[in-house]
């Protein structure tokens, strides 16, 4: 299995980026993806998860912000980031779940992940 992101980088606070991930290598149908940050000194949270379904879950902190979504023809997981802040700062990973709950997102692969650092 592989999961591999893209479209990281630096952006001014306000400014917006969309994140990648590509997966191979499993049913993508039969998995939740999610995303994943960490920030230096600080634990991994999930950020955003969808189900093969389409339900979403988002952390508060990037509510109404952050979409995800995915495009199953082409086993990809998105996440678009508006109106970042400094705040978001951090390294983003892509995860895949068999979790049937969005919520309770566990994952069973990761990517490798991709830096993001926002500027004010």
Known sequence: ??????????????????LSCAASGLTFLAYA???F???????????AA??????????????G??????????NTVYLQMNSLKPEDTAVYYCAASLTVIVSRFNPNYW???????IYS
Do not use: C, H
Request: proline share 2%; hydrophobic share 30%.
């Open 50 to 63: 969808i189900s093969s379904g389409g339900s979403t879950y988002y952390v508060d902190s990037v509510k």
């Open 1 to 18: 299995v592989q999961l591999v992101e893209s479209g990281g980088g630096l952006v001014q606070a306000g400014g917006s980026l969309r």
């Open 37 to 47: 940050r960490q920030a230096p000194g600080k634990e991994r949270e999930l950020v």
């Open 33 to 35: 993806m999610g995303w």
């Open 111 to 117: 990517g490798q992940g991709t830096q993001v650092t």
């Open 65 to 74: 912000r952050f979409t995800i979504y995915r495009d199953n023809a082409k």
